[in-house]
């Protein structure tokens, strides 16, 4: 007997983005937010005292429940903090799928999802999306406990409709999960779904729109009949006592995070149109990072390919990400940073797209 | 087809102990350590600036895997940071266990094991120990995958000799866990067993010996080859930036650490007596929390059980932890608390049994 279950001793575990320990470097890769939290997070940073390590955490965090109610117009018992969206993710595979309850998505999307479901060693089902990244239509028919769809989509960038979501959640028999981690950065969300149907979930991070990716703090927010299910599954103490006091003051200043957002929002649309003008294709973004397609007309004779721009843009210290998979290898995702980190990506993109 | 599976329907899930809202109580029902963490802790979360959780965290906490190898002598890839020790429990079960590869546990033991065996579905196989708490010697012949064995033991506070460990993971054929959230409160540890076998994996907890429950830290030693294993199957970032520093910093102060637990079992020795001088029946313990039976002999004729005196001391807002499961429903769980916290309990106890 191994010490390991077969399909754990089998697979490679997931690889996160790469962080540099350096310092003076343009980090572009994990789509972190430019700039720093509210003012309003530090400040309950400070207050906290020995008191709130020593003694455990509210096993549910019903401050955050109460405070993220409110912003989204349910109730606190629709809502379950996750240390981190990916936690929300590993709760809702173990909840709803195993050897005979598979899981379905479209692909191209966050490669997190299959290493999740190799764990839980479960039918995975992979629906290739179109060119346009469309919902793909056989999704609806997979026969799947659990579908997730990426919207906005990682690493696309790209926004289905809630009406097409609306559509899909009416006919799937299993549970929706709406991995909405990026969906500060679009114009709409799903939360009206929520609502209108039994069997969808969103996942929430607050590691991008609200700077927290340190913090490791994302929720659910869903029907009771999911919430309940899901609370039995996830850990006792999944969220400790400094998470659950700054993650509420995140969400509790809007007024900061709709202007972080805005200026995000600014920023993207400046480096979409600037690399656009370097010649590559880059589609309108619902996110806070653009996904560039690289070979379309170059200056250069032979243009280089997007994984010899990524090891050349890394050499100089700025990271973006790039995939090494069918369908992604000729793009680089690259997060939107402040200004000034942008402008020394686009000067170096210009210099290595010349030589 | 229902929306979860069906081992997860039929499951009740984790009770925690019962987290009073009030602030004049007496709390002994969940283990805390009654002392604050290290000032060295709080000065590190006062230095904690907005960078810091704005960026993602080191997956793996390499600066506190560093500490953690220093202090026990192995290497900082012998370490798995996580989130709580109960997150190694679930990580181990879901690399270990599934419907054709069982766990063993001796029983009592902590409650949590049969809530995570469920979640994966796999065999149970809980085996009895006798009446002082023995290491049962057919766990040697389960064949359980995974087995996991509580040392020092809770609810029960006792300890097996670290020689009968060994003799343990020398004829097992799959992987021993040794959950010693508690070791910081007795006289030895197994650390030696993980350089001498490559099947026992320790899990470790900052929640009792560093004060730190609200914290949520634990972490693994072992040998690479179960590191590697379970470092595929923790959630990519499952420890934040704020704790890794703040664990970091705890383990580093040695020295508040071992006052610290000196204090808790000099309190722990005192309330030991003195629940003996009420008539409780009570252990010696090796960790920070007595187990004292009821009803041996009392000043009552018909003495209250272990469930009413729970209740009764509840009622005056001191809370002590009640297992209504046979083999525990006899007796009570009690933390050791400050000196004044244990002589409020003594004092309550001595009225209660006196009625």
Same mark, same amino acid.
């Given at each position: 007997?191994?010490?390991?279950?077969?399909?754990?001793?089998?697979?490679?575990?997931?690889?996160?983005?790469?962080?540099?320990?350096?310092?003076?470097?343009?980090?572009?890769?994990?789509?972190?937010?430019?700039?720093?939290?509210?003012?309003?997070?530090?400040?309950? /940073? @400070?207050?906290?005292? #020995?008191?709130? !390590?020593?003694?455990?955490?509210?096993? $549910?965090?019903? *401050?955050? =429940?109460? %405070?993220?109610?409110?912003?989204?117009?349910?109730?606190?018992?629709?809502?379950?903090?996750?240390?981190?969206?990916?936690?929300?993710?590993?709760?809702?595979?173990?909840?709803?799928?195993?050897?005979?309850?598979?899981?379905?998505?479209?692909?191209?999307?966050?490669?997190?999802?299959?290493?999740?479901?190799?764990?839980?060693?479960?039918?995975?089902?992979?629906?290739?999306?179109?060119?346009?990244?469309?919902?793909?239509?056989?999704?609806?028919?997979?026969?799947?406990?659990?579908?997730?769809?990426?919207?906005?989509?990682?690493?696309?960038?790209?926004?289905?409709?809630?009406?097409?979501?609306?559509? /899909? @959640?009416?006919?799937? #028999?299993?549970? !929706?999960?709406?991995?909405?981690?990026? $969906?500060?950065? *679009?114009? =709409?969300? %799903?939360?009206?779904?929520?609502?209108?149907?039994?069997?969808?979930?969103?996942?929430?991070?607050?590691?991008?729109?609200?700077?927290?990716?340190?913090?490791?703090?994302?929720?659910?927010?869903?029907?009771?009949?999911?919430?309940?299910?899901?609370?039995?599954?996830?850990?006792?103490?999944?969220?400790?006592?400094?998470?659950?006091?700054?993650?509420?003051?995140?969400?509790?200043?809007?007024?900061?995070?709709?202007?972080?957002?805005?200026?995000?929002?600014?920023?993207?649309?400046?480096?979409?149109?600037?690399?656009?003008?370097?010649?590559?294709?880059?589609?309108?973004?619902?996110?806070?990072?653009? /996904? @560039?397609?690289?070979?379309?007309?170059?200056?250069?004779?032979?243009?280089?390919?997007?994984?010899?721009?990524?090891?050349?843009?890394?050499?100089?210290?700025?990271?973006?990400?790039?995939?090494?998979?069918?369908?992604?290898?000729?793009?680089?995702?690259?997060?939107?940073?402040?200004?000034?980190?942008?402008?020394?990506?686009?000067?170096?993109?210009?210099?290595?797209?010349?030589?």
């Amino acid at each position: 007997m191994g010490y390991f279950r077969d399909n754990v001793e089998r697979m490679a575990g997931y690889t996160p983005g790469f962080q540099p320990t350096a310092t003076d470097v343009v980090k572009l890769n994990t789509n972190e937010n430019p700039y720093p939290p509210s003012p309003e997070v530090m400040k309950v /940073l @400070a207050a906290m005292g #020995p008191e709130q !390590l020593r003694r455990y955490p509210d096993p $549910v965090g019903n *401050a955050f =429940r109460q %405070a993220a109610a409110e912003l989204h117009g349910v109730e606190p018992g629709n809502i379950m903090c996750c240390n981190g969206g990916d936690d929300l993710l590993s709760i809702a595979i173990r909840a709803c799928c195993d050897t005979s309850r598979p899981l379905a998505y479209p692909v191209p999307t966050y490669s997190l999802y299959p290493v999740l479901a190799n764990l839980e060693d479960c039918e995975l089902i992979e629906v290739p999306f179109d060119g346009q990244y469309n919902l793909p239509a056989k999704l609806a028919s997979t026969g799947a406990a659990l579908t997730i769809v990426c919207n906005p989509n990682a690493p696309t960038a790209t926004f289905i409709a809630i009406e097409e979501l609306a559509s /899909l @959640a009416n006919v799937l #028999p299993g549970v !929706l999960l709406i991995d909405e981690a990026y $969906v500060d950065f *679009a114009e =709409r969300d %799903a939360v009206e779904l929520v609502k209108r149907f039994d069997n969808v979930v969103l996942l929430r991070s607050l590691s991008k729109g609200y700077s927290l990716a340190g913090l490791r703090f994302g929720y659910a927010i869903a029907g009771t009949n999911l919430i309940d299910g899901l609370l039995k599954v996830k850990d006792s103490y999944n969220v400790d006592a400094l998470s659950i006091a700054l993650a509420t003051a995140a969400i509790k200043d809007q007024t900061y995070f709709r202007a972080n957002v805005q200026k995000v929002k600014a920023d993207r649309q400046t480096l979409t149109e600037r690399l656009r003008a370097l010649g590559l294709v880059v589609g309108d973004s619902a996110t806070n990072f653009v /996904l @560039a397609r690289v070979g379309a007309r170059h200056v250069s004779p032979v243009p280089p390919s997007a994984g010899q721009i990524h090891g050349q843009l890394a050499r100089r210290n700025i990271f973006v990400r790039y995939f090494n998979v069918p369908g992604l290898d000729d793009k680089l995702r690259i997060s939107v940073g402040t200004p000034e980190q942008n402008e020394r990506l686009l000067a170096a993109l210009q210099e290595i797209l010349s030589m």
